[in-house]
């Protein structure tokens, strides 16, 4: 109904009560419905559109403290996640800025122990999305910016076995992987007896099994050529 009287997000956003919400935002029992709308309204920039809309209402300082406080609950989390990335960009704040905001420039080889890394990899990829032309490995091109592409394997690869464990951020680090091994066979031209040359340089390292293993699966999955 709502949608065929033409009314905006922000319309919808004042009728609701949201606008009087405060520190209640996400967890009124309105705000739902509003998101449902935003969603009907676009569907592709849900985020952009939700995010201009409590901009107006909202100053930064009013805006970081409900989104805080909302991350904090299981049910808002998600939802405040996004809102805060939206914010970030908003801000014009780079993927570097971020980097070092969320202290992983401290992590090291740990990085991908770090919660926070999935928080980073998501705005990379976020940042992306609006670029002109998006690049098809963002998030590995900026990891290789801070990593020996080699070494940022063998971080993967650990942490993709840790995360078989304890669950944390799988399926993103699966993804991340896949980029870089797609990214190894169809740009940089690597087959697995390369790869398996270029892990031996330190050949004392425990990851390199996972490395060449999970390369040569990807190799092949992917109609790489085996030559026997």
Known sequence: MWRSQGKTADDIFRRL??????????????????VSYVKLLDDSNTDDLMFSVMKKHYSDEI?????AQAKTEPSTRIVASSMEAEMWRSQGRTADDIFKF??????GDDLFDARTADTWVSYVERLNKYEKYPKE????????????????????SHAKIQAGVTGHAAARLN???NQQFDQWMNLKGLDPGRVTTLVARQPHD???AGVILGFYDFYKANGGSLLL
């Not at 949201?18 to 509003?34: I, M, P, R, V, Y």
């Not at 805006?63 to 989104?67: F, G, K």
């Open 63 to 67: 805006l970081e403290n409900i989104i």
């Open 17 to 34: 009560g949201l606008s009087k919400a405060g520190g209640n935002l996400f967890e009124s029992s309105q705000f739902d419905t509003w």
């Open 137 to 156: 490995y963002a998030a590995i091109l900026e990891l290789q910016k801070r990593f020996d592409y080699v070494d940022l394997a063998r971080m993967l």
């Open 175 to 177: 993804r991340l992987r």
């Open 206 to 208: 425990i990851r390199n």
């Open 102 to 107: 969320l202290r992983l420039d401290k992590a």
